[in-house]
């Protein structure tokens, strides 16, 4: 389920979507290169609600969940906010 009305409504987009699952392995792994070219494809996913069993979260929760450090977690949070 993808619902999207303008560039600033957020989306939400199931925690097995492509999109969602190569975001959490690139959060996880700190590939900022990957997380830009997906916010350069996919503006909307800087505030997109990735649904799962347990609820929603972020992209913003991806990079604080536990353990809650994962490489250039930083520079990650700067280029989701600046999305």
Do not use: C
Not at 46 to 56: L, Y
């Amino acid at each position: 389920m993808v619902s999207v009305s303008d560039e600033t409504t957020a989306v939400q987009i199931p925690a097995d979507d492509p999109r969602a699952v190569e975001l959490l392995l690139a959060v996880h792994s700190g590939d900022i290169d990957t997380i830009r070219r997906l916010l350069t494809e996919n503006p909307q996913l800087a505030r997109a609600w990735i649904v799962d069993s347990k609820g929603f979260r972020t992209p913003l929760h991806m990079v604080t969940d536990w353990p809650g450090y994962f490489p250039r977690g930083p520079q990650i949070v700067r280029l989701l906010i600046q999305a």
